[in-house]
Nanobody, 125 residues
Framework: QVQLVESGGGLVQAGGSLRLSCAAS????????VGWFRQAPGKEREFVAA????????YYADSVKGRFTISRDNAKNTLYLQMNSLKPEDTAVYYC??????????????????WGQGTQVTVSS
């Protein structure tokens, strides 16, 4: 089992920045691919970014490419999402997730076995 706890969400004006963190505990965090997803009210959960177990490769949704950066610190068992140039359409609950059976990332939420409780990000115009 892996337990994931997100933090760092909040209210920010358009154009601002936030840094989300996801602290992992339980099984060896460094073995798993991890990612960020988000869900806005009335919408389906969507992929934001993912990273390989080593941190050597990253993947982004087109909507956040160039503005968001995913990273991980395996020594601290922590995943990060640096969000810059935020837009009102980025408003959502952000979730971190981990794949429990493979170090290969995926943009499909059904491929992830462990989820955090989510943290709210609200971007005002």
């Amino acid at each position: 089992q892996v337990q994931l706890v997100e933090s760092g969400g909040g209210l920010v004006q358009a154009g601002g920045s936030l840094r989300l963190s996801c602290a992992a505990s339980g099984r060896t965090f460094s073995r798993y691919a991890v990612g960020w997803f988000r869900q806005a009210p009335g919408k389906e959960r969507e992929f934001v970014a993912a990273i390989t177990w080593s941190g050597g490769s990253t993947y982004y949704a087109d909507s956040v490419k160039g503005r968001f950066t995913i990273s991980r610190d395996n020594a601290k068992n922590t995943l990060y999402l640096q969000m810059n140039s935020l837009k009102p359409e980025d408003t959502a609950v952000y979730y971190c997730a981990a794949r429990g059976t493979t170090p290969i990332p995926s943009s499909d939420s059904y491929d992830y076995d462990y989820w955090g409780q989510g943290t709210q990000v609200t971007v005002s115009s």
